[in-house]
């Protein structure tokens, strides 16, 4: 549900697609995801491969850094397309 560059050292949130677990979850873009179920985020890759491990329906837990803070966002996972 959302799209970042793979080619960077953070994991920036480019766009949020509409109707996604991510935009239930109240992500935006321009967030930074630190961490995902506890793991740290080195890149969005890592965020992918973290997911991957999950199940559809699994809720996870996603550490984002917007505006200077950090936030807890609880996202739960749709059947993979």
Not at 5 to 25: H, I, K, Q, W
Not at 30 to 40: E, F, L, N, R, T
Not at 41 to 50: M, P
Not at 70 to 79: D, I, N, Q
Request: charged share 15%; glycine share 16%; hydrophobic share 40%.
């Amino acid at each position: 549900g959302v799209s970042g560059t793979l080619n960077s050292l953070d994991c920036l949130v480019t766009s949020v697609r509409d109707g996604s677990a991510a935009e239930a979850a109240g992500m935006q873009a321009g967030d930074v995801v630190i961490s995902c179920q506890g793991k740290p985020v080195q890149g969005f890759q890592s965020l992918t491969e973290i997911i991957a491990t999950q199940d559809g329906g699994d809720t996870i837990e996603l550490v984002v850094v917007r505006g200077g803070g950090r936030l807890t966002l609880h996202a739960t996972l749709g059947e993979w397309e």
